[in-house]
T-cell receptor, first 115, second 114 residues
Framework: DAGVIQSPRHEVTEMGQEVTLRCKPI?????LFWYRQTMMRGLELLIY????????DSGMPEDRFSAKMPNASFSTLKIQPSEPRDSAVYFC?????????????FGNGTRLTVT | KNQVEQSPQSLIILEGKNCTLQ??????????LRWYKQDTGRGPVSLTI?????NTKSNRRYTATLDADTKQSSLHITASQLSDSASYIC?????????????FGTGTRLTIIP
């Protein structure tokens, strides 16, 4: 299996522009998570989906952030308009959740820089 | 408030030496605790999981411990290798009406020098 695939690996954009991050989870996994990682705050959960349905989006910073999962094999995280404080590494993770102690499988992240 | 504190924040040791990373948590009710290893430029990868009934678990040169009474866990690395250089993240799980909630520590940055 190729693992969780994220694109792009790096994104540099100017303040005010729209940014779209993409994620392809591991085939067969039914839960998908979006995290943001910074040096100061570590990994923070933004939103997660079970069976393509958003379950908890309380970590989404504000209305500028939105996430979709139109099918089991694809998800996007959009920031519009972007701001310099959004600069961070954004990780997507997936797992097969069956009520047990299954681990998260992370992608290699998208490093976002907003100037 | 559920919190996970890791120490030290960073650590530098010589190749071949041992080290111990600490994780203290206030998460309740406790479900499990997992250690992840994150190499530079990569996503975290699960190393081991500790459930309530487990005190010690070893995986090659890594040994994790859990004291559920004091709410502490440690990750001991024996005979360190250059490839052990990474961030180590402690994650504690709690269950709330069947939904799992994960609380992440901010990690320990370990550097092994030759």
């Amino acid at each position: 299996d190729a693992g969780v695939i994220q694109s792009p690996r790096h994104e540099v954009t100017e303040m005010g522009q729209e940014v779209t991050l993409r994620c392809k989870p591991i085939s067969g996994h039914n839960s998908l998570f979006w995290y943001r990682q910074t040096m100061m705050r570590g990994l923070e959960l933004l939103i997660y989906f079970n069976n393509n349905v958003p379950i908890d989006d309380s970590g989404m910073p504000e209305d500028r952030f939105s996430a979709k999962m139109p099918n089991a094999s694809f998800s996007t995280l959009k920031i519009q308009p972007s701001e310099p404080r959004d600069s961070a590494v954004y990780f997507c993770a997936s797992r097969q959740w069956t009520g047990d102690n299954s681990p998260l499988h992370f992608g290699n992240g998208t490093r976002l820089t907003v100037t | 408030k559920n919190q996970v504190e890791q120490s030290p924040q960073s650590l530098i040791i010589l190749e071949g030496k041992n080290c111990t990373l600490q994780c203290n948590y206030t998460v309740s009710p406790f479900s499990n605790l997992r250690w992840y290893k994150q190499d530079t430029g990569r996503g975290p990868v699960s190393l081991t999981i500790m459930t309530f009934s487990e005190n010690t678990k070893s995986n090659r040169r890594y040994t994790a411990t859990l004291d559920a009474d004091t709410k502490q866990s440690s990750l001991h690395i024996t005979a360190s290798q250059l490839s052990d250089s990474a961030s180590y993240i402690c994650v504690v799980s709690t269950r709330d009406f069947g939904n799992e909630k994960l609380t992440f520590g901010t990690g320990t940055r370990l550097t092994i020098i030759p």
